[in-house]
């Protein structure tokens, strides 16, 4: 009975103590990050980076409702975090990725529809950058222009108006050429332009960066083995994340 008594009372003390260590450890994260602005990245698995989520892992319990920022990642397929990550290093900023595998910009009754998650995510918390990508995924519907929100043209004018109506420096990424649809993007990405201009929220388009997906040079040089065309490796966002930090100095 002694020993057990004498192993329940250690075991309560380490109980005890580990809880006042992880107190103390947030409380401290919390004052050192709080004077930093914050910065929220909202897009598909471009954004997303491919990090590979497990659900016993508590980020892939948060990554469905909000976009936390834990010191916990998981081994990426085509880099590590993405611009979100190299963007938020180099800025100095507390960052927080809501990128989602598949994500469209039109509501498509999924989880995922960033015109969805811009107009959730915009109301939960304040931040002070709120930066949205997207578009690759709604070239395989040919279903831009029309009247509702199940249209990506029509999703775009929504999130531009929703972002407008935010007190943060905000702005839309137009996505570079991949291989799947250079002609597709042309258009498309044309589109995107014109209706971030007709709402005044700032854009930074992509196809006009060095990181060509959609040529055998590009795919050699910034691609994964050549069989992606459409994801970055750690190399190719790094070009990209140079890009958007001198953007981002404009807004």
């Known amino acids: 009975m002694k020993i057990l008594k004498k192993i329940g009372s250690w075991t309560g003390k380490t109980v005890l103590t580990l809880s006042a260590v992880y107190l103390l450890l947030n409380i401290y ?8 602005p914050k910065i929220l990245f ?8 491919k990090i590979n989520y497990k659900l016993w892992h508590p980020y892939s319990l948060f990554r469905y409702c909000y976009a936390w920022k834990l010191p916990i990642y998981h081994e990426a397929l085509y880099a590590h975090g993405g611009w979100c990550r ?12 809501s990128g989602s595998g598949g994500a469209r910009l039109a509501e498509n009754g999924r989880y995922n529809s960033i015109v969805r998650r811009v107009e959730v995510l915009t109301r ?32 775009l004018r929504e999130i531009c108006a929703t ?37 005044h929220v700032p854009y930074l388009d992509q196809r006009e960066s060095v990181v060509r997906l959609d040529t055998s040079e590009g795919v050699r040089t910034y691609g994964i083995d050549g069989k992606d065309r459409l994801h970055c490796n750690e ?11 001198r953007w981002l100095d404009t807004l």
């Open 235 to 245: 190399q190719a966002y790094e070009i990209l994340s140079e890009s958007i930090c």
């Open 42 to 49: 909202i897009g598909d698995s471009v954004t997303d980076a």
């Open 124 to 155: 939960m918390k304040k931040f002070d950058y709120v930066i949205v990508s997207g578009g690759i995924n709604d070239l395989d519907d040919d279903h831009w222009i029309g009247g509702d929100r199940t249209y990506s043209i029509q999703a």
């Open 29 to 36: 994260t919390y004052v050192r990050e709080s004077g930093k």
């Open 163 to 199: 972002l407008k109506g935010t007190k943060a420096k905000v702005g839309f990424i137009i996505p570079y050429y991949t291989g799947n649809a250079h002609g597709k993007m042309g258009v498309y990405g044309d589109m995107m332009r014109q209706v971030c201009e007709e709402y």
């Open 86 to 97: 190299l963007v938020g290093e180099k800025k100095g900023w507390n960052w927080y990725n």
